[in-house]
Structures are given as structure tokens and as C-alpha cells.
């Protein structure tokens, strides 16, 4: 003979004895708890917030006076947004390196048909250094200019580095 009382199922009892909620059966837990602490009102009183916990669920409680972070509003993890720090700190890093390594701007120095004249490196603002002048057989050197027909001179005392250009060499022709 079989023992039918171990074939019941949950779902085959009446509604009325089946008293579990979604987060576990409230009233057993309670009573466990008013077991486990007879000792005061205010034991009971913890004893009837007592929620009953399924064994497999991890619950865990935010700290009180936790104090605002850097994260605390962000609506993305911590592990992102960690990465993308180091991403934006590396390109930072990458950029100063491009610009500190520049050696800045260079001055070409055309001596048509002279001898030559080295180019030169300044950084932006730096006035320039008159270089040694050029040779050219037949012809006097007349300076630097700031355009190929030599109508704008330029002075070294005055004028500024701003951008990398041609200065051009002007000559007469000697009698």
C-alpha cells in the first residue's frame, strides 16, 4: 500500500492554507523570531518587521551615511567608467608628448642662387637670429625679405616667429 500523504503537492491544497508570498511565509517567520528573542517589546517589535528570506537569494543592505562619490549619480558601472578614465588620461598623455616634442617652427631661408643657408627651428614668439649671409658671384647681399620680390624687409630687432615660413634673399648687382 502506498502512503499518499508524501504525493501532495503545494498546488493541490485550498488557498486558505497557503499563506506564502512572494518574499516567503511572513507569519513563521515572525513566530521563529519571537522564539529566538522572548526577551522585550522592542524585540518583538524587530520580530514583526522579519521577512523570510529563500536560502538561494543574496540580499544585501546599502550603508547608512554613505556620503555622495564621484559614481554616485552615474547610471553606468564603476568598471566603465574607471576605463574610460584611464582611456581620456592616456590620450592626455599622448597629446603633451606630441606637443612637447614638436621642435616648433621652421624658417626656410631661399638664397637664389646664393650659398646656402641652413634652415632654421623657433618657437612661436621667439624672435630669429640674423644668419651669416649668403654668396652670390656678381651680386652684394641687400638682406632678408618677407616676400620673393624683396619689397618687405625684415627685421630681426622687431619681427616675431608666428608660423613657419620663407625668408628670401635679396641682391643687387654689383657695378
Keep these: 500500500m502506498k502512503d499518499s500523504s508524501k504525493d ?10 497557503q499563506k506564502e508570498s512572494p518574499r516567503g511565509n511572513l507569519e513563521d517567520a515572525s513566530r521563529d523570531c519571537q522564539k529566538e528573542n522572548p526577551r522585550s517589546r522592542s524585540d518583538e517589535r524587530n ?16 550603508p547608512k551615511n554613505q556620503k555622495p562619490n564621484l559614481y554616485s549619480s552615474a547610471k553606468v ?10 582611456v581620456l588620461i592616456g590620450i592626455l598623455i599622448l597629446v603633451f608628448v606630441y606637443l612637447t616634442s614638436k621642435p616648433g617652427l621652421t624658417i626656410y631661408f631661399d638664397t637664389d642662387g646664393g650659398s646656402r643657408v641652413e634652415n632654421a627651428q623657433y618657437l612661436h614668439g621667439e624672435a630669429l637670429t640674423q644668419p651669416t649671409a649668403p654668396v652670390k658671384e656678381g ?12 619689397t618687405q624687409p625684415w627685421d630681426f630687432s622687431k619681427d ?15 657695378t
Design 47 to 62: 520580530c514583526d518587521s522579519a521577512q523570510a528570506v529563500p536560502e538561494n537569494s543574496i540580499t544585501e543592505t546599502p
Design 8 to 17: 501532495i503537492k503545494a498546488e493541490d491544497l485550498p488557498q486558505e492554507n
Design 160 to 174: 616675431r616667429v608666428e608660423q613657419s615660413f620663407t625668408l628670401y634673399a635679396g641682391w643687387e648687382k654689383k
Design 77 to 86: 558601472s564603476v568598471k566603465v567608467l574607471d576605463m574610460a578614465i584611464v
Design 139 to 150: 651680386y652684394n647681399f641687400t638682406g632678408w625679405y618677407k616676400d620673393q620680390d624683396c
